[in-house]
């Protein structure tokens, strides 16, 4: 059984985690919350079968309506990143510092330890892509706790606020 995470307490759980509310983020230092709701039906979108569907209109000539499914969705979005993958520009491979981004605040996470390879397996979970999966080597595994650890001894002071 996995042990999961959320705020300062840890409870069993499945296979599946609903996450107790998540809270978008901006982040560029400090964590600002961001004008973000959940999205409504548009006249180029909307949700189908108490939102088990969603029916959408590509912008092609002409448009091309389509539905998909939840698990349908999962797997274009999947296509999707392994497509981005192979673009270019790449994807930068150290995070540029001080940028604006999106983040979940607070989000359900465990780890294992992977027994054929020696690894950690830590497991994060997006609010927007479900289930993440990582796999560090030990040494990997020991620079982030290193990492996670300074920073809890050397709290990062919030910017005032005007």
Do not use: Y
């Amino acid at each position: 059984m996995w042990r999961c995470f959320s705020a300062s307490r840890s409870f069993s759980c499945g296979d599946v985690v609903a996450n107790e509310n998540p809270k978008v983020v901006a982040g560029a230092g400090t964590l600002l919350p961001l004008p973000m709701e959940r999205p409504t039906s548009s006249d180029k979108w909307t949700f189908e079968d108490d939102g088990k569907t969603l029916r959408f209109t590509v912008p092609t000539n002409p448009p091309t309506e389509m539905r998909m499914t939840a698990e349908q969705l999962d797997s274009f979005l999947a296509m999707l990143a392994w497509l981005r993958s192979a673009m270019k520009p790449e994807i930068a491979p150290r995070w540029p510092f001080n940028l604006l981004a999106q983040l979940v605040h607070n989000p359900m996470w465990t780890t294992e330890g992977d027994a054929t390879s020696g690894n950690s397996l830590i497991h994060w979970r997006s609010t927007f892509f479900g289930w993440q999966h990582f796999s560090l080597p030990p040494e990997e595994a020991k620079s982030l706790a290193t990492a996670l650890l300074k920073q809890l001894e050397r709290p990062v002071k919030m910017a005032a606020r005007n």
